[in-house]
């Protein structure tokens, strides 16, 4: 159980949290020895609250007395990186219980819930430099130790390297390769290193650095590389408050082959990575480089677009290209596409990184929440990527036929597609999508046709999301008596009698439920994501020690029902499933309405 660690905050596998100490440590954090010297670099820069209880090679541990000051790293025996299993277990000591903030040494092929706050894996120093190895042992460590512990990797960090730590899931670290890296004479930085006999200038405004360069030596040079690792954790913690560690270490990590190798890595282990990705946030992605095509967010929403949407137009599709805009019905481009359709196609916006965008869909993250580069080239793996969720959505929507209003280089993935499915589709841009003559082929290919009306438009939007967010067929598990109140993009979705079930919450994209509509949810066929609580009647916020159990599908972002003896609410979660069931400290869910039961 853990008693004095919490997570506020979750960006990934990141997180913001809190040693919770008589002085709390906001995590990540840079950690040292409460007994460090004052004279240490560190000193002054990294939290004193760790306290060693020793080794016991000699005879069997006693438990230390420890106290709520500091974190206390439970009595351990270290063993280098890659000593066999059987002789670490051999020569492990018991861990004792403790009832003061506590850590455990493990490995990752020993790691286990041992009831401590915190967890050290041994031989890190060991897979530093090592993509596939550092990338396995934290993904096993972070799997079998508790949700709600801190995860410390000692001897590892750098400047360069701490956001990529972070990302992958580490809360502590401390500043012992910076201060070795500084007695060496090598001056760090978040992007790269430099001998001191090299410098002719010092590149840094820290307080190791206001003195004339021929007067700053090595052991100047160790306090400044704390300074630049103190820092790089501070603009790490800000990244994870805002939401946007990846796009700050999609660019940073390029500085070292071995970083940008574990983030890619990390995109592999979906299972992982995705379980403790939000599904949704107001933060922008930032699509810079080819790799943000692996990002959970953009693989989930093109696994959701092709797996769960549902196409209930009976009209032709039109392929449009994407707006720097977003919304893109927002852009003056796609006003003046809808001016050519008229409602007598269904639009789909083809873009790179996020896929395509079904007009239903535009405003659901991460669709309206993405900034891309714009060359007017596509590079191969967009090319493919984009081709490829084209072909499989096409494969399971129907359309009568398909007309792709797009410029010259978005032919080659309409090309392909056509290819691969033995189809042919209609090609109506002369020069530019929005030349008089490309908006007149437009209009000219859709003239005569069949006009959908505005309560078919909001109706298949609310079933549409309804698809998307819980699941193929729940647009008509949950809508079939549906009728549509409000105006785009605040659609409120009611029943046959005028009660309302849910509205379409603007930031998002996504639906939230009244109490009736969490009920027909319930009783539906559609699939449910339940949090079992205890006995009591939650407002505001509901605990992780409150939870019984939860379905092992909930995702941070989720739509959420909450079922005990005393009541019946609804409302959003703040933790994944399985960290709901298996945490004891934590907002797990934000309650919106409330029943009591009888």
């Keep these: 159980m853990t008693d004095h660690f919490e997570v506020h905050e979750r960006d990934g596998a990141a997180r913001l949290a809190e040693v919770r100490l008589d002085s709390p440590v906001t995590t990540p954090a840079l950690v040292t020895d409460a007994d460090r010297d004052d004279d240490a670099p560190e000193a002054g820069v990294a939290a004193p609250v760790l306290a060693d209880a020793g080794t016991g090679w000699a005879t069997e541990p006693d438990a230390p007395a420890g106290d709520d000051s500091r974190l206390t790293v439970l009595p351990a025996r270290g063993f280098p990186s890659g000593t066999p299993d059987e002789v670490e277990e051999a020569f492990a000591p018991e861990v004792p219980e403790a009832d003061y903030p506590s850590a455990a040494v493990i490995s990752a092929d020993t790691a286990t819930d041992l009831g401590t706050?915190?967890?050290?894996?041994?031989?890190?120093?060991?897979?530093?430099?090592?993509?596939?190895?550092?990338?396995?042992?934290?993904?096993?460590?972070?799997?079998?130790?508790?949700?709600?512990?801190?995860?410390?990797?000692?001897?590892?960090?750098?400047?360069?390297?701490?956001?990529?730590?972070?990302?992958?899931?580490?809360d502590l670290v401390d500043a012992d390769r910076a201060v070795v890296r500084g007695t060496q004479g090598r001056y760090l930085t978040v992007d790269d290193h430099q001998f001191l006999e090299d410098l002719d200038e010092l590149p840094c405004a820290c307080p190791a650095c206001q003195q004339p360069r021929e007067e700053f030596d090595r052991t100047d040079c160790a306090r400044h590389n704390v300074n630049a690792l103190s820092t790089a954790l501070a603009t790490v913690r800000r990244r994870i408050r805002d939401g946007r560690l990846r796009d700050y270490v999609e660019g940073q990590a390029r500085h070292e082959q071995w970083l940008t190798a574990v983030f890619r890595r990390l995109d592999q282990q979906y299972g992982y990575v995705e379980e403790r990705t939000p599904i949704l946030r107001q933060a922008e992605i930032t699509a810079a480089t080819e790799d943000t095509i692996r990002r959970v967010e953009i693989q989930r929403f093109a696994e959701r677009v092709t797996s769960r949407y549902r196409n209930r137009f009976d009209n032709p599709l039109v392929l449009v290209p994407c707006s720097a805009r977003?919304?893109?019905?927002?852009?003056?481009?796609?006003?003046?596409?809808?001016?050519?359709?008229?409602?007598?196609?269904?639009?789909?916006?083809?873009?790179?990184?996020?896929?395509?965008?079904p007009q239903e869909l535009e405003l659901t993250y991460p669709a309206q929440h993405y900034d891309s580069v714009v060359t007017g080239r596509w590079s191969e793996n967009e090319i493919e990527f984009v081709a490829n969720v084209l072909e499989r959505y096409l494969e399971n929507t129907d359309y009568?036929?398909?007309?792709?209003?797009?410029?010259?280089?978005?032919?080659?993935?309409?090309?392909?597609?056509?290819?691969?499915?033995?189809?042919?589709?209609?090609?109506?841009?002369?020069?530019?999508?929005?030349?008089?003559?490309?908006?007149?082929?437009l209009a000219s290919e859709l003239s005569g046709g069949p006009k959908y009306g505005k309560?078919?438009?909001?109706?298949?939007?609310?079933?549409?999301?309804?698809?998307?967010?819980?699941?193929?067929?729940?647009?008509?598990?949950?809508?079939?008596?549906?009728?549509?109140?409000?105006?785009?993009?605040?659609?409120?979705?009611?029943?046959?009698?005028?009660?309302?079930?849910?509205?379409?919450?603007?930031?998002?994209?996504?639906?939230?439920?009244?109490?009736?509509?969490?009920?027909?949810?319930?009783?539906?066929?559609?699939?449910?994501?339940?949090?079992?609580i205890d006995d009591f009647v939650p407002h505001g916020s509901v605990l992780a020690p409150g939870i019984v159990d939860a379905d092992d599908d909930i995702?941070?972002?989720?739509?959420?029902?909450?079922?005990?003896?005393?009541?019946?609410?609804?409302?959003?979660?703040?933790?994944?499933?399985?960290?709901?069931?298996?945490?004891?400290?934590?907002?797990?869910?934000?309650?919106r309405h409330v029943d009591e039961v009888d």
């Design 400 to 441: 009568p036929r398909v007309i792709a209003h797009v410029p010259e280089d978005y032919r080659p993935i309409c090309e392909r597609v056509e290819q691969s499915l033995g189809t042919e589709f209609t090609y109506t841009v002369e020069d530019h999508p929005t030349t008089t003559d490309s908006l007149g082929n």
């Design 117 to 170: 706050d915190a967890y050290v894996l041994s031989g890190a120093p060991g897979i530093a430099g090592h993509a596939a190895k550092f990338v396995d042992s934290i993904v096993r460590v972070r799997e079998a130790i508790p949700y709600d512990a801190a995860l410390y990797l000692p001897g590892v960090a750098t400047p360069a390297n701490v956001a990529t730590l972070v990302y992958a899931g580490v």
């Design 555 to 591: 995702r941070v972002g989720d739509e959420v029902v909450f079922e005990g003896p005393s009541a019946f609410a609804v409302g959003r979660a703040e933790m994944s499933g399985p960290e709901m069931a298996r945490s004891t400290r934590g907002i797990a869910a934000q309650v």
């Design 326 to 357: 977003k919304p893109y019905s927002d852009s003056q481009s796609h006003k003046q596409y809808h001016d050519a359709v008229q409602w007598r196609a269904h639009k789909v916006s083809m873009t790179s990184p996020i896929g395509v965008v």
């Design 455 to 532: 309560r078919e438009r909001q109706h298949n939007t609310i079933r549409a999301i309804a698809d998307y967010q819980f699941g193929a067929g729940a647009g008509d598990e949950l809508f079939d008596d549906l009728t549509v109140r409000g105006s785009h993009p605040g659609l409120q979705a009611h029943d046959g009698d005028g009660e309302q079930l849910a509205v379409v919450v603007r930031p998002y994209g996504t639906l939230a439920f009244t109490l009736a509509g969490a009920r027909h949810w319930v009783d539906s066929d559609a699939p449910t994501k339940r949090v079992e």
